[in-house]
């Protein structure tokens, strides 16, 4: 892996990141929020997802990590298509919501450190739905993958820290 590896390789994850991040500051400012769960409790008696997983996050997340793809792709559309730019997006938040689902399952209130999960579930997911439904460019060898990973993990405690020190977020992790 060389330097511009993993520039491009940040370039092409860029839409998941950006869907990630979107929900936590769109839903902090609507007064009313849906739950994707609608409330309702899973056979353990614990809520499916939480409040924390809500329509507007979904929809919100996905179209801002969609439009930086398009974006992307309008200035460089040898480096991510359209429908990558809609995978990536949508699986960051589907890898989001799983990891909520898993942690209800491990008895992790909503908010709650769950190591690696956190970090890294809504890239493993973007990646994993694109793969399987378009395609990871080959220049994105397994050696830039997994720069990327320990670069996501670094950057997404970096990332939570900044939005608990500006009020978006309850909690520094």
């Not at 507007?56 to 997340?61: A, D």
């Not at 720069?147 to 820290?161: I, R």
Request: glycine letters at 10%; zero cysteines; hydrophobic letters at 55%.
């Amino acid at each position: 892996m060389d330097a511009q590896s993993f520039i491009l390789g940040l370039a092409f994850i860029f839409p998941a990141y950006v869907s990630n991040a979107t929900p936590v500051v769109v839903v902090r400012f609507l007064a009313r929020r849906h739950p994707i769960d609608f409330g309702r409790v899973f056979v353990d008696g614990r809520r499916v997802l939480g409040d924390g997983k809500t329509f507007e996050g979904l929809f919100s997340g996905t179209a801002a990590g969609f439009l930086t793809g398009a974006l992307i792709h309008l200035y460089t559309p040898w480096l991510v298509s359209l429908s990558q730019a809609l995978l990536l997006s949508l699986g960051a938040l589907l890898g989001d919501i799983a990891g909520a689902f898993i942690k209800r399952r491990l008895g992790i209130s909503q908010g709650g450190p769950a190591p690696i999960l956190d970090q890294l579930g809504f890239l493993v997911a973007a990646l994993t739905l694109t793969y399987l439904l378009s395609e990871i460019p080959p220049w994105l060898d397994a050696y830039t993958l997994l720069a990327l990973m320990l670069f996501t993990a670094l950057m997404h405690v970096g990332t939570n820290t900044a939005a608990y020190l500006l009020g978006l977020k309850d909690r520094w992790f």
